[in-house]
């Protein structure tokens, strides 16, 4: 089992910044990589950002060039530094983290969400 414990979630303004961490714990051997998705009311859960053990990187489109993810592997955490908020960036963000479980067979993980909500 792998536990996701995710802060840093806040009330913020437009052109504002926050930092997210999620902080893994547990089994975490053989984690493939961990990311931030969100999840905006009446939407579906879309991916925000993603890092891999070997530090390779994915964002989405609406959040390249504002939001940067990296990893503490001394603290096992990883971080969303998200930078010129918009308002439609308001969501719950949530940490996953991807376990080889055998063979090829992975599994999701998840936090249990924090709150990102960028005023007007």
């Known amino acids: 089992q792998v536990q996701l414990v995710e802060s840093g979630g806040g009330l913020v303004q437009a052109g504002g910044s926050l930092r997210l961490s999620c902080a893994a714990s547990g089994s975490i051997f053989r984690i493939n990589a961990m990311g931030w998705y969100r999840q905006a009311p009446g939407k579906q859960r879309e991916l925000v950002a993603s890092?891999?053990?070997?530090?390779?990187?994915i964002y989405a489109d609406s959040v390249k060039g504002r939001f940067t993810i990296s990893k503490d592997n001394a603290k096992n955490t990883v971080y969303l530094q998200m930078n010129s908020l918009h308002p439609e960036d308001t969501a719950v963000y949530y940490c996953n983290a991807v376990k080889t479980l055998v063979g090829t067979l992975e599994y999701d993980y998840w936090g249990q969400g924090t709150q990102v909500t960028v005023s007007s």
């Open positions: 890092i891999t053990s070997g530090g390779s990187t």
